[in-house]
């Protein structure tokens, strides 16, 4: 499925219920779910945006500094995820913050197995690096785990940078080869 996604960042955790559910209002009946891009918000946030938009699809970013929280450790990543039961709808398995950074599919697959095999409640993602001539480094994650999704930013762009605009003619080669996978 594709989302309208509206990407949130704090990487602070300065942010309260009431900050997700303006930035929701502001984003419109169209957007269809929420990225926090934030290190293990606290679930009383989570919480209190999900009884606003309980329809909202709620994405939580594992990036590099989170999974470093967790010691790098699957089995610790699923203990702390069992605290979003019921508000979080997917993971995204993401160590390279919109960089463009390419995934290291290897790395990524403990995590997602132990997800998946554990908390079946729970979707996952990942990204990386992704886009025309690099989704395939997804594969392994797809052959693992077949409901895996995936995500692209910084590759969409011939700058690289995710804050520059989207080069719609390399979103529809990446669309063509996501398919193909």
């Not at 290190?39 to 309980?54: E, L, Y």
């Not at 913050?97 to 979707?123: D, I, K, Q, S, T």
């Not at 690099?134 to 693992?144: E, F, R, S």
């Amino acid at each position: 499925a594709a989302f309208n996604t509206l990407h949130y960042a704090d990487y602070d955790c300065n942010t309260s219920p009431r900050h997700l559910i303006e930035a929701a209002e502001w984003a419109g009946p169209l957007c269809h779910a929420i990225q926090l891009d934030m290190i293990w918000p606290p679930d009383v946030i989570v919480k209190g945006f999900r009884r606003n938009f309980p329809n909202m699809q709620v994405v939580l970013q594992i990036n590099t500094n989170a999974l470093q929280e967790v010691e790098d450790k699957p089995d610790v990543l699923v203990e702390w995820l069992k605290r979003y039961e019921g508000i979080l709808d997917y993971i995204l398995l993401d160590k390279s913050h919109g960089r463009g950074v390419g995934m290291n599919p290897e790395v990524l697959l403990p995590f997602a197995l132990a997800v998946a095999e554990r908390l079946p409640w729970l979707g996952i993602a990942a990204a990386g690096g992704l886009g025309p001539g690099t989704v395939k480094l997804v594969a392994p994650l797809k052959k693992a785990i077949s409901t895996v999704s995936w995500d692209a930013q910084g590759r969409l762009r011939p700058s690289g940078n995710a804050e520059h605009p989207i080069e719609w003619s390399m979103a529809d080669q990446y669309l063509v080869e996501s398919l193909q996978l």
